[in-house]
């Protein structure tokens, strides 16, 4: 699980959320991020033990009815291709990539309504854009062609 309650008001959610107020805590009043167990080895004990408690699809749903910043973490792509969430908002994009054919390109997270996700162009083989970078950056076609002919490029 991503953990993200940085802000004593998601802190202080979460602990009211899984019944434990005795881990509030004194900084959970003030207006500084709240630093889960940042040198508290006790405290991240504390915490990996109550997450375990839990599977992740708990988790998510103890998020939704309390409004903490919590969320899953995909172990492999299969994972992201499965979570129900990524579909609906079509973060993964199905495409074609000249080279490779069939391809997945993970789209933008930044969803505006009305505006779907487009791949503008494939990604690069590997070495296709280098002479273009290498101008970019002040290198010269015979430096270039010196470079290439060292095997350096």
């Known amino acids: 699980m991503l953990f993200c309650a940085i802000e004593p008001k998601f802190w202080?959610?979460?602990?009211?959320?899984?019944?434990?107020?005795?881990?509030?805590?004194?900084d959970a009043?003030?207006?500084?991020?709240?630093?889960?167990?940042?040198?508290?080895?006790a405290l991240r004990r504390e915490l990996q033990q109550v997450f375990a408690t839990r599977t992740q699809q708990e988790w998510v749903n103890v998020a939704i009815e309390h409004d903490v910043p919590i969320g899953p973490a995909h172990q492999g792509v299969a994972a992201l291709l499965d979570d129900d969430h990524l579909r609906s908002r079509d973060i993964?994009?199905?495409?074609?990539?000249?080279?490779?054919?069939?391809?997945?390109?993970?789209?933008?997270?930044?969803i505006v309504?009305?505006?779907?996700?487009?791949?503008?162009?494939?990604?690069?083989?590997?070495?296709?854009?280098?002479?273009?970078?290498?101008?970019?950056?002040?290198?010269?076609?015979?430096?270039?062609?010196?470079?290439?002919?060292?095997?350096?490029?």
């Open 29 to 41: 009043d003030g207006g500084a991020p709240v630093e889960f167990a940042h040198g508290d080895d």
């Open 92 to 110: 993964v994009v199905e495409g074609e990539h000249p080279v490779a054919g069939p391809f997945k390109y993970v789209g933008s997270p930044v």
């Open 113 to 153: 309504d009305g505006e779907r996700f487009e791949v503008q162009r494939p990604a690069p083989g590997l070495g296709q854009h280098t002479d273009e970078v290498l101008a970019e950056i002040g290198i010269d076609a015979d430096e270039i062609a010196r470079l290439r002919a060292a095997g350096v490029v």
């Open 12 to 26: 202080r959610r979460f602990c009211a959320a899984i019944e434990r107020p005795d881990l509030v805590g004194a």
